[in-house]
């Protein structure tokens, strides 16, 4: 709980327990669940938290506002680790109007069973809510990362809050670089919506933003352009920096002395190498590193006929993330049908902008002199394509 600026205040809480969010995400350092209330003659509270922590923050809500009553609610997401307090907050603040959108309502109504018809303000996309002495103009995003997601923008404090968008893992007491887990959120939660993130950014283009609250992480209010860019980046589909991700699953380490050997010739040529073991490394730190390099290489066992299941896994993972404009190297293993190379690149056939480089390295349960061969030949073909 704590002033940001004049009549704006952090209402939200750290979760330091959780292990996985969305029950599926591992966080390491927690996560923050981020809710503001915003005051001029009229006060909003901005979104909730999680249901663990419905008491805190309604005990937050309670000092900041002191001797006042809140207004109104603001529902800009509806995902339940922001909204699950709403309906309590509702309870015990029967005079606070219900602010969302027509799509809110429906979900409000489908967890709580209620859809506030008599209480509730239903805004537009570009609406504004005169708080008195300033307002909150709604920017609508959605699908960043449901249907029903909205934005506002303060116009007295000049702040965007940016509901789920330029959020990241870990909770706020753990003091971290944002970029890491910030890119492995967007890129595990929002990837697959980079075209409504971009819609988005179209939009607050026109506005003149000096800090941004989002709904996870920290507040972000120094250089800006920064993290605009990354997001500009990462929503466009465009590799943050050159380099090859040599992303792999090993069975009795074959493949893996054939992915060293890769990284060492791409190391010799001058190219940035980074390796990913698949089985041995949680899918969403694979996930953010395959989108933050411009080539990637997949090199895998045959199964079953078939690719070794966790790359057939992180394939699907790209796929449905709309993974493109990258160059792609691939490496098969088998000892007497290798088969992978050709259902990878059939998996990846969808995405636009690949540019596969050969040779298809082939090895033969080990690695020998033709395989190496044709592994100096592949890192001789990815140098140059990063050149190009
Ligand atoms: Fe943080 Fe989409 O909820």
Known sequence: MKDISDGLYYVGVDDTEIDLFEGILPVKH?????????????????????????????ENVKKTLGERKPDYIVVLHMEPDHSANVFEFTRQYPEAKVVGNNKTFVMLNEFFGEDYADRRVVVKDGDSLDLGGRSLKFIFAPM??????????????KSLFSADAFGKFGALSYDEKW?????????????????QVQALLKKLSLYQIERICPLHGPILSDNLGYYLGLYNKWSNYDPEEKGVLVAYSTVYGHTEKAVDMLCNELEKRGVKARKCNLIRTERTYCIAEAFRYSAIV????????????????????????????????????????PFAAKAMQAKLEGCKDLKFVEPYVKIRSALNDESERELKALAEALAAALKS
């Open 298 to 337: 997949l090199a895998t066992t045959t199964y079953n006929g078939e690719m070794f299941p966790t790359m057939r896994e992180f394939v699907d993972c790209l796929t449905e993330r709309n993974f493109k404009n990258r160059v792609v190297g691939l490496i098969e293993n088998g000892s007497w049908a």
């Open 30 to 58: 927690g996560m923050a669940y981020n809710s503001y209330v915003v005051c001029g003659e009229k006060c909003a509270v901005l979104d909730s938290v999680d249901a663990h922590f419905g008491e805190k923050w309604l």
């Open 144 to 157: 960043v990362h449901w249907p029903e997601v909205m934005t506002c923008y303060d116009d007295k404090s």
């Open 179 to 195: 970029e890491d887990e910030a890119r492995r959120y967007y890129f595990a939660i929002v990837g697959k919506y980079g075209m």
